[in-house]
């Protein structure tokens, strides 16, 4: 049973696979610790062979996801969990460097893919590092990993590109020039649905 299963006693009553809307307006961002482990080794062995690819490098087999988790849940500055239906669909890792930036990693269910619960992720991330003094933060992926770079360009990263690999830098909004925070916009901005809901700056 997810220890999330008791939390959410409003949702009860959520069968039916949320839609692309649905599932951003219920998916709430935790942060998670050592007892969520059985719920982030759920999702990483459920994982396809593909996402195991993208988010590792290669296909890890599940006992080597299980011991990764162990290592993110002992080592990680902090991990943030998207929770969509009781259930745990996504989660970002954080892991705070010397030199003042940050190397995050993340991964999205691939049936939760497309519906804003890796811009929920990422968003929770750029927060948590903003309020941490953390200057930015950076995500390393394959070069064909077009949804990855979608994404960085959607928080206005800067790409480093190199043979097989590139990186994204996030800049914290406490060191954009205030014209251009966020390519013009706040995370809590860019956080809203695109519903025609009021933005405030
Ligand atoms: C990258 C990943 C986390 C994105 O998660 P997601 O929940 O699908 O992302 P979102 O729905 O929040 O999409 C955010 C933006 O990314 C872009 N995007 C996401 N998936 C995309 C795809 N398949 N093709 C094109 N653009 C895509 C969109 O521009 C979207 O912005 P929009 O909503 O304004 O259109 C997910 O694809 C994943 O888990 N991939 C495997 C793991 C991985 O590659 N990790 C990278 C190592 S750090």
Known sequence: MSLFENEISDSAGWNAAPSEAAAFARAEVRTLGAEHLPDIQCLLTGLDEASRCLRFGWAC??????????????????????????????????????????????????????????????????????????????????????????????????????LDEMSAEIATPRMRPRRHSFGCMTTARLREPTDGAQHHD
């Not at 990693?105 to 991330?125: E, N």
């Not at 953390?134 to 959607?154: C, E, G, V, Y």
Request: with cysteine.
């Open 61 to 162: 087999s599940d006992t080597s996801l299980k011991a990764y988790a162990q290592g993110a849940v002992a080592t990680a500055s902090r991990i943030f969990g998207v929770v969509v239906d009781r259930q745990l669909r996504g989660i970002l890792e954080i892991y705070r460097a010397p030199s003042g930036c940050a190397k995050a990693a993340l991964v999205v269910d691939q049936r939760w893919r497309r519906r804003g619960l890796g811009w929920r992720l990422l968003t929770a991330a750029i927060d948590w590092a903003d309020a941490a003094d953390i200057d930015a933060i950076r995500l390393t992926f394959a070069r064909h990993n077009w949804p990855m770079r979608r994404l960085a360009s959607k928080a206005c990263a800067k790409f480093d590109i190199g």
